[in-house]
C-alpha cells in the first residue's frame, strides 16, 4: 500500500523568508503523481502545485516549487517570500492517476511571523 | 473554473438520527465522487469511491451500513450516516472528478461538513 509520511507536525516562518515543508512516500508504482494541499482555517482544500512522477523537472507554481527526488522517494514543499496568507495546513499527497483517489500525509501546520 | 458544492455545511443531530450529506458538482459530470472525514487537526481519511450509477467502493475499516452512499446522478452523491454517535462527529468532505476533463485534471474539492452528534 502507499503511504505518503510528513513527519514535522509543525513549522513557522518569517514573513517574507523561505521555508521548506518535507514530505516522503512509499509505493511500489513507477507511475504516479504527487501533490501539495493548502487548507486554510476555512478548511477548503487547495491545490498548490502538482508533480507527475515521470517528469524530471521538478513543478513550480510562482512562489511555490518543489523538490522531487524519485529514487529517494522524496516531494519537498518550498515557500518562497512567504505570506501571511500562507499559514495554514499543508497536505502532503499522492495518486496513482491525476484525478484518482488521494492518499494523504498528516500534514504540517504552517505559520507566518509578521 | 469547476466548483463542487457540498451541504450543509454544518449540522448538528442527536445521537441515533440519521444525517444526509450531499455533494453536488455545479458546472460538470462527475463519474467518480470521493468521500474523506477529517478529524481536528489530522489528515483527510479517504472513506470510500462513488462511482455514478453504481455501488460505493469502501476502504477497510469503513462500515458500508453504517456511511450509505448513493451517487444516482452524474452531478450527485450522498453520505448518509446512519444511526449518528457522538463519535461520528468529524468532518466529512468529498472531491469529484470530471468526466469530461483531460485525464490528467486534477480533482476538484467541496467545502466540507462539519458533523457534531450530541
Known amino acids: 500500500a502507499q503511504t505518503v509520511t510528513q513527519s514535522q507536525p509543525e513549522m513557522s516562518v518569517q514573513e517574507a523568508e523561505t521555508v521548506t515543508l518535507s514530505c516522503t512516500y512509499d509505493?511500489?508504482?513507477?507511475?504516479?503523481?504527487l501533490f501539495w494541499y493548502k487548507q486554510p482555517p476555512s478548511r477548503q482544500m487547495i491545490l498548490v502545485i502538482r508533480?507527475?512522477?515521470?517528469?524530471?523537472q521538478n513543478a513550480t507554481e510562482n512562489r511555490f516549487s518543489v523538490n522531487f527526488q524519485k529514487a529517494a522517494k522524496s516531494f519537498s514543499l518550498k515557500i518562497s517570500d512567504s505570506q501571511l496568507g500562507d499559514a495554514a495546513m499543508y497536505f502532503c499527497?499522492?495518486?496513482?492517476?491525476?484525478?484518482?483517489?488521494?492518499?494523504f500525509g498528516k500534514g504540517i501546520t504552517l505559520s507566518v511571523r509578521p | 473554473g469547476a466548483v463542487v458544492s457540498q451541504h450543509p455545511s454544518r449540522v448538528i443531530c442527536k445521537s441515533g438520527t440519521s444525517v444526509k450529506i450531499e455533494c453536488r458538482s455545479l458546472?460538470?459530470?462527475?463519474?467518480?465522487m470521493f468521500w474523506y472525514r477529517q478529524f481536528p487537526k489530522q489528515s483527510l481519511m479517504l472513506m470510500a469511491t462513488?462511482?455514478?450509477?453504481?455501488?460505493?467502493?469502501?476502504e477497510q475499516g469503513v462500515e458500508k451500513d453504517k456511511f450509505l452512499i448513493n451517487h444516482a446522478s452524474l452531478t450527485l452523491s450522498t453520505l448518509t450516516v446512519t444511526s449518528a454517535h457522538p463519535e461520528d462527529s468529524s468532518f466529512y468532505i468529498c472531491?469529484?472528478?470530471?468526466?469530461?476533463?483531460?485525464?490528467?485534471?486534477?480533482?476538484?474539492f467541496g467545502n466540507g461538513t462539519r458533523l457534531t452528534v450530541t
Open positions: 508533480q507527475e512522477a515521470y517528469k524530471q
Open positions: 499527497a499522492y495518486a496513482t492517476g491525476a484525478n484518482s483517489k488521494l492518499t
Open positions: 472531491s469529484a472528478r470530471d468526466g469530461g476533463s483531460p485525464v490528467n485534471s486534477p480533482l476538484h
Open positions: 509505493t511500489s508504482e513507477s507511475d504516479y503523481y
Open positions: 462513488s462511482n455514478e450509477g453504481s455501488k460505493a467502493t469502501y
Open positions: 458546472d460538470f459530470q462527475a463519474t467518480t
